[in-house]
T-cell receptor
């Protein structure tokens, strides 16, 4: 089975721009979660989508948004980029039940200049 | 609020030596506990998980962890470290629902291995 894939792997943007990141989950997985990883704050949960609905949300501003498609692929959008948005963005997929393991993708490294 | 603490930011051990990485959690109910490993430029790989039952959990790559409810700890151990174990290790608590999300991670422990 193919693992979780994320595109692109690297991105460079400037302040004020917007960016869209993509995540393709493992086949059959219906839940996709997004995390932000920075040296200072560590790994922080952004949101989770399950069957095209946002099921859970972390404490991030509204500039961070996401969606999920009928094939479970998910996109994350960040508008009006700030320098502090520079981070590794990881997505994880699972079957979506409480005890199901989350499998992580390799991440998208976003640099905001 | 739920939280995970990994007291050691960086640990260096010699190849062949034993390893113990510490993890303490704060959570009101019985937690779901995980250890993940991250190599440079890679995502997170699950090493092992605890949901209930036997408090000593075996994982991949020769790792094990022990859940101690009285100490709110879930320490990761390996009897003999290999150079390929050099990576960053994250302990996490799994929470279903709520504002903090599915997984709450500790800040990680970076492991260096001396030849």
């Amino acid at each position: 089975k193919a693992g979780v894939t994320q595109t692109p792997r690297y991105l460079i943007k400037t302040r004020g721009q917007q960016v869209t990141l993509s995540c393709s989950p493992i086949s059959g997985h219906r839940s996709v979660s997004w995390y932000q990883q920075t040296p200072g704050q560590g790994l922080q949960f952004l949101f989770e989508y399950f069957s095209e609905t946002q099921r859970n949300k972390g404490n991030f501003p509204g500039r961070f948004s996401g969606r999920q498609f009928s094939n479970s692929r998910s996109e994350m959008n960040v508008s009006t980029l700030e320098l502090g948005d520079s981070a590794l963005y990881l997505c994880a997929s699972s079957l979506g039940n409480e005890k199901d393991t989350q499998y992580f993708g390799p991440g998208t490294r976003l640099t905001v200049l | 609020a739920q939280s995970v603490t990994q007291p050691d930011i960086h640990i260096t051990v010699s190849e062949g030596a034993s390893l113990e990485l510490r993890c303490n959690y704060s959570y009101g109910a019985t937690p779901y506990l995980f250890w993940y490993v991250q190599s440079p430029g890679q995502g997170l790989q699950l090493l092992l998980k605890y949901f209930s039952g036997d408090t000593l959990v075996q994982g991949i790559k020769g790792f094990e962890a022990e859940f101690k409810r009285s100490q709110s700890s879930f320490n990761l151990r390996k009897p003999s470290v290999h150079w390929s174990d050099a990576a960053e290790y994250f302990c996490a608590v799994g929470i279903y629902g709520g504002s903090q999300g599915n997984l709450i991670f500790g800040k990680g422990t970076k492991l260096s291995v001396k030849p």
